[in-house]
């Protein structure tokens, strides 16, 4: 961190962002182990906690994530990439054919090369033609929705291969999975700790198994692409002149920085993580027609939900990963979802509060009611409703616990060489 930039984020934490640095994190996350064990032992949905729903919400997250990390290194470059969803569906394609004509690797590789090329195209439109952000990312949504459908029809329309018709494609093998030894695997102590169902431990021991027993290396290299970000973007020279160009490319570009190309560089990245968000989606099942269902968008908001920042936006990111996997566990876990928003909620308003923010508090403290309200009065989630509890679980906490949002300077602007300020 420079000089120049030290006061300006400690400004931003004494303002109200996030709590960072090992000792927030370690303050946060004991804090939500007490309210999801809370939460599980007064609802008995054990669900809430068990390795297998943290497991499905870290699958769940990666697509996300990994578009989410897209959208940010398009933006910290001045680039707003709404084509995020199309990159996506450009991803699940051609990583479910190539993943079932020559392996998953294989597959993978094609879903990042087709994700880059969807921004390579957008960065074409918008930095070299100067074609207005949105426009463009709307137009590759398009694109990528009608590509995909018409290779659909002629890679699959006429049945030869076994599985597959003009909306789906064959199954695609998965990649290895791995596990932690004794703890997760073998002997399983995490397993056999999490079946105490001991408050704390019980739930501790079920996130951690969750976390660390038959995870893919694709959902590994997903992970490690968030601190990877982190450390280009924060502690290269080249992440603090790409960071430049998306704050003031006027100034950047007097400097001697290569505007255009780090833009370049920055949007088909942004395609590439997107792409490889695609292929999580398939690799291991089939592609379907429709099967992003809008995760380019989600990733996005979890962008501004993070101010722009790796971290943020896998909380982001994991946020609504976990509410989504509980719809798909039993009943009663989607009840005690309501109670665990509600506690959320109130947890959020008072920070508010005691933040002097008392609209966003007071609105926190009535939603939390509300939901508290909800968890009280049924005894089941109707089925018209389950599945859109994700989405509403998601933007309630996102939006009530906004902070102060700082984006990069020039996001969006457009910028031609030698331009004046």
Excluded: C
Aim: proline content about 5%; cysteine-free.
């Amino acid at each position: 961190m420079t000089a120049l930039e030290a006061p300006a984020s400690q400004a931003t934490r004494r303002r109200g962002s996030l709590p960072t640095g090992p000792r927030g994190l370690l303050l946060g996350g004991l804090g939500l182990l007490v309210l999801l064990s809370a939460v599980r032992v007064i609802s008995g949905a054990n669900d809430i906690t068990s390795s297998g729903t943290v497991g499905a919400a870290l699958r769940l997250a990666v697509p996300i994530g990994l578009a989410g990390l897209g959208g940010m290194w398009a933006e910290r470059a001045g680039i707003v990439n709404i084509g995020l969803e199309g990159m996506l569906i450009l991803g699940t394609w051609f990583g479910a054919y190539a993943g079932y004509q020559y392996g998953p690797w294989v597959g993978i590789a094609a879903a990042v090369l087709a994700g880059a090329a969807g921004g390579l195209l957008h960065a074409v439109a918008t930095v070299t033609f100067g074609v207005d952000h949105v426009v463009s990312g709307v137009a590759i949504n398009l694109l990528g929705a009608g590509v995909a459908q018409y290779l659909s029809s002629v890679a699959y329309g006429d049945g030869s291969i076994p599985g597959a018709g003009p909306t789906q494609s064959a199954i695609v093998r998965p990649v290895p999975s791995i596990s932690l030894p004794v703890l997760s695997s073998g002997p399983d102590l995490l397993g056999h700790l999490e079946r105490t169902h001991l408050p704390a431990v019980g739930d501790l021991a079920g996130i951690l198994r969750g976390l660390t027993a038959d995870v893919s290396m694709l959902t590994l290299l997903a992970v490690l692409l968030v601190p990877l970000s982190v450390a280009v973007l924060w502690r290269t020279a080249f992440g603090l002149r790409l960071r430049s160009v998306g704050e003031n490319p006027v100034a950047a570009e007097s400097l001697g920085v290569a505007v255009y190309r780090l833009k370049y560089i920055a949007v088909t990245t942004s395609g590439a993580l997107a792409g490889l968000g695609g292929a999580s989606l398939v690799i291991g099942s089939i592609y379907r027609e429709g099967q992003t269902a809008g995760r380019g968008f989600i990733g996005l908001a979890a962008v501004i939900f993070g101010n722009w920042r790796p971290g943020g936006l896998a909380a982001g990111a994991s946020l609504f990963g976990y509410a989504d996997a509980l719809q798909l566990r039993a009943g009663s876990a989607v009840r005690a979802l309501l109670l665990l928003v509600a506690l959320l909620l109130i947890v959020v308003a008072v920070r508010q509060a005691v933040r002097r923010r008392l609209p966003l508090a007071l609105a926190g403290l009535l939603l939390g009611v509300a939901f508290f309200l909800w968890y009280l009065v049924v005894n089941t989630v109707p089925n018209q409703l389950v599945g859109f509890t994700p989405h509403l679980v998601t933007l309630l906490v996102l939006a009530v616990a906004s902070q102060r949002l700082r984006p990069p300077a020039a996001d969006g602007l457009p910028y031609r060489r030698g331009q004046q300020t």
